[in-house]
């Protein structure tokens, strides 16, 4: 079975600082990775996807994530946060067939400072 | 595109009674998971349907648990005899077979449950 690892619980920065978030996985297979977002009071929103091709995947409100297999490794990151990205942001897996449940780290929850 | 709902939002109820949510996917989507978040951590897979067959359902899904997905359409979770260790968020997520990868889950809101 799948697991996800996500070692950040609570990261605290300034506006305008660099995010990263790390994420490792663990499946012997070919997997499909996801990064979710939860902003407070609304429910999860995919933030990007990674499922085959360039391992450097951009998504929505400028954050990117790098998969890197030789790592087991889907970190995420931002090069200047805004106080807009305060969420509990997580980490998800999927084997690259069947029933595409997925797997979740259990999250960072990111507070950014004004 | 209405987004995935479930009913109700929160719900308050005292050890040992029935409760039943649900939930509506969007509505080309023939998947529908069901997963539950405690406090600190990140959901777990409970079950999941294509379209009205539940094809595939978690060790954390006791006997005291069902689902069904009449018509392949919304879905209910009933818990029977609710116990303090139910309280959590049960979430609804639907996905088009296959889309997961390009697409990944819709997940609906929550129903936020309390067993007093």
């Known amino acids: 079975a799948q697991s996800v690892s996500q070692h950040n619980h609570h990261v605290i920065l300034s506006e305008a600082a660099s995010l990263e978030l790390g994420c490792n996985y663990s499946?012997?297979?070919?997997?499909?990775l996801f990064w979710y977002v939860q902003y407070p009071g609304q429910h999860l929103q995919l933030l990007l996807k990674?499922?085959?091709?360039?391992?450097l995947v951009k998504g929505i409100k400028g954050f990117e994530a790098e998969f890197i297999k030789s790592k087991f490794s889907f970190n995420l990151r931002k090069p200047s946060v805004q106080w807009s990205d305060t969420a509990e942001y997580f980490c998800?897996?999927?084997?690259?067939?069947?029933?595409?449940?997925?797997?979740f780290g259990t999250g960072t929850r990111l507070t950014i400072i004004p | 595109d209405t987004g995935v709902s479930q009913d109700p939002r929160h719900k308050i109820t005292k050890r040992g009674q029935n409760v039943t949510f649900r939930c509506d996917p969007i509505?080309?989507?023939?998947?529908l998971y069901w997963y539950r978040q405690t406090l600190g951590q990140g959901p777990e897979f409970l079950t999941y349907?294509?379209?009205?067959?539940?094809?595939?359902k978690s060790r954390l899904l006791s006997d005291r648990f069902s689902a069904e997905r009449p018509k392949g359409s919304f879905s209910t979770l009933e818990i029977q005899r609710t116990e303090q260790g139910d309280s959590a968020m049960y979430l609804c997520?639907?996905?088009?077979?296959?889309?997961?990868?390009?697409?990944?889950?819709?997940f609906g809101p929550g129903t936020r449950l309390t067993v007093t």
């Open positions: 997520a639907s996905s088009l077979e296959g889309g997961v990868s390009f697409f990944g889950q819709y």
């Open positions: 499946y012997g297979g070919t997997v499909n």
């Open positions: 990674y499922f085959s091709g360039d391992p």
């Open positions: 998800a897996v999927t084997p690259n067939f069947g029933n595409e449940k997925l797997t």
């Open positions: 509505s080309e989507h023939n998947r």
């Open positions: 349907f294509q379209n009205e067959a539940q094809l595939e």
